[in-house]
Nanobody
């Protein structure tokens, strides 16, 4: 099993940047696909991006393409989400999640992920 802890959120002005981290503990981290999701008040949790267990495949939601960059360092058991050109509509609690399923074959919805971090708040002011 794997335990996740997200960090790096904060308050930033529109156009600014933040880097979120997702640190993993437990065994077999290298076997897990990792997804980032976000949830704004009153809205459903939505996918931001996901990365395969080996880091060779990354999928972004359209609204994040060109602004967000996802990477992983398996040796450090850490996933990074670099967020640039932030907009007020990016304000949400951001969660990382792990799944033993392949991102190429799974239905990329929250219920496909088995392990979740506690979330980190990102607030973008206009």
């Amino acid at each position: 099993d794997v335990q996740l802890q997200a960090s790096g959120g904060g308050l930033v002005q529109a156009g600014g940047s933040l880097r979120l981290s997702c640190a993993a503990s437990g065994s077999t981290f290298d076997d897990f696909s990792i997804g980032w999701f976000r949830q704004a008040p009153g809205k459903e949790r939505e996918e931001v991006a996901c990365i395969s267990s080996r880091g060779d495949t990354i999928i972004y939601q359209d609204s994040m393409k060109g602004r967000f960059a996802l990477s992983r360092e398996n040796a450090k058991r850490t996933i990074y989400l670099q967020m640039n050109s932030l907009k007020p509509e990016d304000t949400a609690v951001y969660y990382c999640a792990a799944s033993l399923r392949s991102i190429l074959s799974m239905t990329r919805i929250p219920s496909s992920y088995d392990n979740w971090g506690q979330g980190t708040q990102v607030t973008v002011s206009s």
